[in-house]
């Protein structure tokens, strides 16, 4: 008796067995991990993007920075020399005696240095150290010079000032004049260069480049924190970028004795 062909039936034997045993299902292709891969890929993109902001600006600071001393090209009324450098002093000093401003105002002034100790140190200039210098105490980082500046100026009715200080520390102390000066066009920079420093090779010199960077992270804070602030006497910022050591106020009130 012939059996009609069943397609469902396997054989015990033979080549119908072998293919129903034999049969494997096709592999499933594999879905790719978008959802692992996403975030990784976009927090790797957004870090290099950062990374390559911060370098771009390091140097375009780097790049504003004066490689070379140059005279005033005009007189002030007015000479300001922040402290830090014992050059700056002197430059400042310089100045006053060549008649590019009829007082100077020497800020920022350690407790311990007296008018004495400055003259001593630039000893060709104690007459004009003696009549035509004001010293600052007061003062306690960059924000309080440019407040004593703004004080001393209008005292003394100052319309235009002279503002000496090292050529990494220029950019930071024009944003804290301009604020506190509200914008006015009456300084005139004049960056001093240290001996031996040159910016212009920052990487051959750890020294120099930790320097720069440094400047470059406080240049950029003051930046941002004069976008918010009015008035840099109300500031609460400068405790937080001080010199390393607790600041109570940005500068002392006025009822100090100015020697």
């Known amino acids: 008796m012939t059996r009609a062909f069943d397609p469902n039936f396997a054989e015990p034997f033979g080549w119908r067995w072998d293919i129903a045993r034999g049969a494997r299902p096709e592999p499933r292709a ?25 370098l771009g600006g390091f140097l375009g600071f780097v790049g504003m920075l004066e490689r070379s001393e140059r005279t005033p090209l005009g007189r002030a009324d007015g000479i300001v020399a922040l402290t830090g450098g014992a050059q700056r002093i002197g430059d400042a000093i310089d100045l006053l005696a060549s008649g ?15 008018r004495d100790e400055i003259a001593r140190l630039n000893p060709t200039q104690r007459d004009w150290i003696a009549c035509c210098v004001d010293l600052d105490y007061r003062a306690r980082n960059t924000i309080g010079n440019a407040i004593e500046t703004r004080r001393w100026m209008r005292r003394h009715h100052f319309g235009t000032v002279t503002v000496v200080t090292s050529n ?10 301009d ?20 910016a212009g090779r ?22 941002l924190r004069t976008r918010f602030e009015d008035d840099p006497e109300q500031s609460r910022a400068a ?21």
């Open 30 to 54: 594999e879905q790719p991990r978008a959802g692992r891969r996403g975030p990784l890929a976009a927090l790797a993109a957004g870090t290099g993007l950062a990374t390559l902001a911060v």
């Open 239 to 259: 405790i937080l970028i001080g010199r390393g050591k607790p600041v109570k106020m940005v500068a002392e009130p006025l009822s100090r004795r100015l020697d």
């Open 168 to 177: 990494y520390h220029m950019p930071r102390t024009l944003i804290e004049l």
């Open 202 to 223: 920052w990487w051959r010199s750890p020294a120099t480049a930790r320097l720069l960077a440094a400047e470059y992270v406080k240049f950029v804070a003051a930046w």
């Open 100 to 114: 590019y401003g009829r007082r100077l105002l020497i800020t920022g002034v350690n407790e311990r240095t007296s």
């Open 179 to 198: 604020h506190a000066l509200q914008g006015s066009d009456g300084v005139v920079p004049h960056p001093v260069i240290a001996e031996g420093f040159d």
